[in-house]
């Protein structure tokens, strides 16, 4: 009989590990209270519009989008700091939960109708306060959203919006994957540069960028939003759950210890499966 490689032992109770630390805070967001859920979405509308207002100052100055991509990366770094939730960030953690049976699709269904409703009322209102506060982020703001809402529902749209989901999600199992701060803050501004720096598609970020321009100068409408809105909330839900969660489940649960329907027998005295 051959031995078992130590270091894919090791590989393997890693993952068995992670898992299980994503699927206990994933069954945290799942049952959080009515008030949490609320102002922890409404908190990450709020502070993630850090992010958009650096952006936008660093683009109006230089006009670089690479540039301001980079600054954008504040405002993950706040939500991560400050715990406060976006509505993409639950494309991993909260299924993996519903996954290993500690909660319900309706249960996650709430998360994801709450996080995001809040995420965009936070979002507008931060908005309007950058658009009176600095009258000179107009033009910039009106032509940051005519990227998005002039956008054609073709491939190139469909692919924008699938990697944006996929990018947000990988960026919740990085920081699922390490204790260190500084390794979470640094892959916060490596996905900020790829989601803002290179314009994918991205249902609450991009949202706020063009309350802004609402609030603006008035040259774009609620209804361009919320026509390109409505394609792009499935498409990121398809690259962040189909692409990135999925792949993930499909490793986890062929391993024993596995949070999971295969491994359903397993659980210790306080409920939780081992």
């Known amino acids: 009989m051959t031995e078992e490689d130590p270091r894919a032992v090791g590989v393997e ?3 068995v590990d992670s898992f299980q630390q994503g699927t206990d805070e994933g069954t945290e967001r799942l049952h959080r209270g009515g008030r949490a ?3 922890t979405g409404l908190f990450g509308g709020l502070e993630v519009g850090l992010g958009v207002l ?6 109006h100055e230089t006009g670089s989008h690479l540039l301001a991509g980079l600054a954008f990366g504040i405002g993950f770094v706040a939500l991560l700091l400050a715990h406060s939730e976006l509505f993409t960030e639950d ?3 909260p299924v993996l939960a519903v996954f290993a049976g500690r909660g319900t699709v309706l249960d996650l269904l709430r998360l ?3 996080t995001l409703a809040m995420n965009l009322v936070g979002g507008w209102v931060f908005m309007w306060l950058v658009a009176h506060a600095f009258p000179e982020f107009g033009p910039t703001l009106t ?3 005519r990227h998005f809402v002039d956008a054609p529902l073709d491939l190139r749209s469909v692919c924008l919006a699938v990697l944006g989901g996929g990018v947000i999600t990988v960026l919740t199992r990085m920081h699922t994957g390490t204790e260190s701060d500084v390794a979470k803050i640094i892959a916060s501004f490596g996905c900020a540069f790829l989601l803002a720096g290179l314009s994918l598609f991205h249902s609450v970020l991009d949202s ?3 309350f802004g321009a609402i609030h603006a100068e008035g040259l774009v409408g609620y209804g361009e939003w919320l026509a390109w809105f409505a394609y792009v909330v499935p498409l990121n839900m398809l690259g962040g759950i189909v692409l990135v969660t999925a792949l993930r489940l499909v490793r986890a649960s062929q391993l024993p210890g596995t949070p999971g329907p295969d491994n359903a027998g397993s659980e210790d005295p306080g409920g939780r499966r081992g």
């Open 112 to 114: 994801w109708a709450v």
């Open 54 to 59: 650096a952006y936008l100052a660093v683009l």
């Open 91 to 93: 494309f991993l953690l």
């Open 13 to 15: 109770t890693e993952v």
């Open 208 to 210: 706020i960028l063009i």
């Open 37 to 39: 859920l609320l102002t």
């Open 143 to 145: 032509e940051s959203a």
